[in-house]
């Protein structure tokens, strides 16, 4: 079983295979974002725990300049059961 928290909240339910953005968001947790479709770039965040538990980076993290440490949080999805903590900024 895997879990995230955003900016430190209370960890929210993430499955293998789910993107992380709508794990934070059907948590109830306040991520942002726009598109949900890797475009717009809107929900980028800096992963500060777990980012070796992701699926390798997509061709949109690519095109956003994503690191490995920066994903999508729309794009980036669970590969394996654990804990991450994103940070998105304001
Ligand atoms: S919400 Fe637009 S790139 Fe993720």
């Known amino acids: 079983m895997g879990s995230i928290s ?27 974002y726009l598109c949900m479709a890797g475009s717009c770039g809107r929900c980028r965040g800096r992963i500060t725990a777990g980012a070796e538990l992701l699926e390798p980076m997509t061709d949109a993290e690519d095109h956003h300049g994503c690191d490995g440490e920066q994903r999508l949080a729309c794009q980036a999805r669970l590969a394996r059961d654990g804990r991450i903590s994103i940070h998105q900024p304001a």
């Open 6 to 32: 955003l900016n430190g909240s209370a960890d929210a339910h993430l499955a293998v295979g789910q993107d992380l953005l709508g794990a934070m968001l059907d948590g109830g947790q306040p991520a942002m």
